[in-house]
């Protein structure tokens, strides 16, 4: 491990997470707008979050990864397809020099998904990667993971290789639903208000986290389109709360998820989490219903160690 | 029938369609703010809509339904509990007095869906009473009808009498995919432009659709969730076009709710779509594909015949 400073940073749609670091200590974090909020070139993005460093450290290698090697990021980074050994990332960056300083980007990975389509990823192979300099068993055998988020990524790992993965639109569609849809306007305009106060205290928000999986299990051959208007019907009818009706969106979601994801993957006993601990909990939760053990790692962690392993070499 | 003119409206969540009407014969028709828009109280919102008609024709009297019975329409009329007699809608309206003239508005109805949750309609409930006084035939067995739209209402019909129905969710779905989420915006962005200008010859819109319903067809255990991302994937990778995957999405999401719905209602060998005709024709479409036969009948006339039902009473 190389013993000079360089700056790792996680490049998304909709934030930009940078690191000043030193071997594995991380000396400062700065935010900045995702590549999707861009308005000016992404070099002229990043100049002034990093001036103040250079100015002190001179010119800091600039490790990426995520939608930094998108066609809308900084440079298109091609993606590797699948299986793709991730224990060698790094051979597969790209690597340039802006204002004097060697730049890395992580490739994403593409690969044809066990549904039968296309499937990507931008920053999650640089987590896997991550994950597996952290924990090299993981590099032994056959591991299913679950990087849960925005678009949560279930992932084959076979002796380090990504053989495959699918994509589950879960965070984005719950957002969706949450913030612009008719499921949770009744209770925000009130109509569901009048009953709502009396009733909501024999539902906490963690019973319905637990109801929404509960309904995911008894979805049977219905599709999620058909369990949705619960959401706004317990609401309505059941005097159910806003908070209630969210986590049981949320249990609905992720169980959906957890269930429809269990037969693709052939069911092994454990799943490994990479993600925001909260949300690891919560698919953790989803996956012990189902008779999964999960084990969790952080996801932060994972892209700074998997944006290292890209500075090796 | 009486043949006095009168005013029959569908006001909905994000719309209201007023008909000026003399026996079954539509004078004229005035568009106006569904409920949810509404900024002041509904009976004012109307006030200057029907002034004109007013003037011309004396104090015509108002049939209702939809929104306008909700808790932030215009009065609160209850919920009719299923199983529910359809034939004999008129009998639980809530009418009252305004502006000197008899307005009508007709129940919503509620049920415990299939699914174990509690269901309710507004609006749909006129459309298979108009349905029943249109085609007495269906007030005779058993059929199972559907009413595509924001939310596409699965009704099971015996004898006359709603036993119980289910909301899916597709079209406020749709909507929202396609109006706020990354599935589409690679292609609007110009992402998957480069590729897609060449290949978009090879996919049309009604392949568009078609590969859709393929892909729900081929979903088994998965969710939708896992579905989805290849609306993205397919332009960003395959270079399908915008159109392709609008296309794409919507015969993903009307699949699903066509696959997921049968199998809850025993599939019988034909159902009833009640609609607008370019969504009853998806609708067909997905359901010769499930080897049912659909026939259709126009939703906007069975909604001034159900409306007229209220007014024989």
């Not at 730049?103 to 192979?125: F, T």
């Not at 896997?128 to 279930?154: D, E, F, V, Y």
């Not at 106060?197 to 929404?212: L, P």
């Amino acid at each position: 491990m190389n013993r000079e400073p360089y700056i790792a940073g996680d490049w998304g749609t909709s934030r930009l997470r940078l690191s000043l670091c030193l071997g594995e200590c991380v000396i400062e974090t700065r935010q900045g707008a995702g590549i999707g909020a861009l308005r000016e070139p992404a070099a002229e993005a990043l100049r002034p979050l990093i001036a103040g460093w250079r100015q002190t450290h001179g010119s800091l290698p600039l490790l990426l990864c995520g939608m930094a090697g998108s066609r809308n990021g900084w440079r298109e980074t091609p993606y590797l397809p699948c299986p793709a050994d991730l224990r060698a990332l790094g051979e597969a960056a790209l690597r340039f020099e802006a204002d004097g300083a060697p730049v890395a980007i992580a490739p994403g990975l593409s690969c044809k998904s066990r549904l039968g389509s296309p499937d990507v990823m931008r920053g999650e192979e640089t987590q896997i990667a991550g994950a597996l300099a952290l924990h090299p068993s993981l590099g032994i055998g056959h591991h299913l993971l679950c990087l849960p988020g925005t678009h949560t990524k279930w992932v084959c790992l076979e002796e380090g290789r990504v053989t495959d993965f699918l994509t589950a639109l879960t965070g984005e569609l719950f957002a969706l639903l949450r913030d612009g849809s008719t499921l949770t306007q009744a209770a925000r305009a009130g109509t569901g208000g009048e009953s709502s106060d009396a009733r909501s205290a024999t539902g906490d928000t963690e019973n319905g986290f637990e109801s929404g999986l509960e309904a995911a299990a008894a979805l049977g051959a219905a599709s999620l389109l058909h369990a949705l208007f619960a959401v706004r019907s317990r609401q309505l009818i059941d005097g159910r709360s806003h908070e209630w009706a969210l986590a049981y969106l949320s249990g609905l979601m992720i169980g959906a998820d957890v269930r429809g994801a269990m037969p693709l993957f052939a069911a092994r006993a454990e799943a490994v989490l990479i993600g925001d601990s909260a949300l690891n909990e919560l698919y953790a939760q989803a996956l012990r219903r189902e008779g999964m053990t999960a084990s969790c790692l952080d996801g932060e962690q994972c892209a700074l160690a998997g944006l290292r392993t890209l500075w090796r070499t």
